[in-house]
């Protein structure tokens, strides 16, 4: 990947609230293949004291999102146009780690998918699926 | 609805750590309905300074889900299964106001669907529709 | 409806095969707001002797496809770009109904929902809801 | 596999009449993953003269649903809650392959996806995507 599309990346992750909040960082950037892990915060808890699902979805929609903008020009950013997320388990652990991958890019639509880990004891369990569709616009 | 039912939504609702990082409230309760407003907080924006996607998604998930509790025994709980996000317009304006839905009960799964609403000068645009599954769960 | 977007809903409808595979007609058509509606052949059933996932499908998505290209220029046709059913209950009966909606027109994207209805004895019971989008395209 | 499994499924597949309809056959079942590939019939095509959306889904859903059902006890069948479809490309070639996957097996709920191919001059381009949600019923 060249190094005007890492810095992109970044730069629009830095700029992301949203992820500082949740303690999220940008942990692997690749040619449509990008991770980011995020600990359980217990600001970010649902009312068992798991992550909360606002959490898996999240860091899940925004590794989507930059999986699909590692492979768009550079005056481009992306919009989420819809993406459904399965949730197969609590998320319970250490942290959580979201890989977005691209499953076909396309000039008007993106469509996307990323898996969410839940991280315990250097172990990894799939707690979530996600699948959607990321729009390229004018940046 | 009754006052127990009410009060058990309620509770949960408070107990859920990230509804209060989101500045999110219970603005309405009502059998097989539930409102949740929250503002655009600068702690939860994306990277062009609109309410980030997993802002829109939480109160909508959350929504959704009270919505399928208040029609359930006292003695449950309900986790998301899956629920799917069609995102219309940025999240612009004053505060979101998500609304919750239960399509269709069940014992074993209760289909939902949800609205988010901004708010902007006392007029509401339509920015997400969410349509997913809630699964019962012993408390 | 001008009689023009009426007349072209009709003869794309009748260009689908699939449509005349399953015996399903267009019995409704507004601007927004299309009705298809199905016999539960005995060619269109699962293994239960109930209608096929695949049938609902079929006309809920069509539905919702005419639904978005009555809003749309005459030189369009529409494609499905994503869409997800939530199935309620068995199709059966002695037909289905699908009505299309649009919840959001745009340029690039369409938004639509689409319920399924089973009419029995003259009675509709709710059996499956879409959500997804459509994508204007060159006809 | 068993060999009761996988005559379970076959038996369970020849009574889906659909399957029959869309000339539609179950070419490998595996433990957790099922092919079924079917031709584009003239009878199955929308208004382009392309493979339908619903032909397209109905051998995706299936696959998924006996990808599941293969990793369930005998007295088992296996109805769809909720399933979700992106479609990438026309479906155009000489016949489509849909492969059902479990990602994670329950005995509420199973969650699969499905992957499906068009194939022509013995080269797959694939077409669609579907990720969603299984239901174990007593048989």
């Known amino acids: 990947m060249d190094n005007e599309t890492a810095d992109r990346i970044r ?40 992550g909360h699902a606002g959490l898996t979805f999240s860091i899940g929609d925004s590794a989507a999102g930059y999986a699909a903008l590692s492979l768009l020009p550079l005056d481009c950013e992306v919009v989420t146009a819809e993406i459904k997320i399965n ?19 396309g000039r008007r639509l993106v469509v996307v998918s990323s898996d969410v880990h839940a991280l315990k004891d250097g172990a990894e369990t799939l707690i979530a699926v996600l699948q959607g569709t990321m729009v390229p616009v004018p940046r």
């Open 87 to 105: 949730l197969l388990a609590p998320a319970v652990g250490d942290a959580l780690v979201a890989r977005g991958h691209v499953i076909k890019p």
């Open 11 to 50: 730069e629009s992750f830095e700029a992301q609230a949203m992820m500082h909040t949740l303690g999220a960082q940008l942990t692997q950037v690749a040619d449509g293949a990008v991770e980011i892990t995020a600990p359980i915060l217990p600001t970010a808890t649902q009312q068992q004291g798991f």
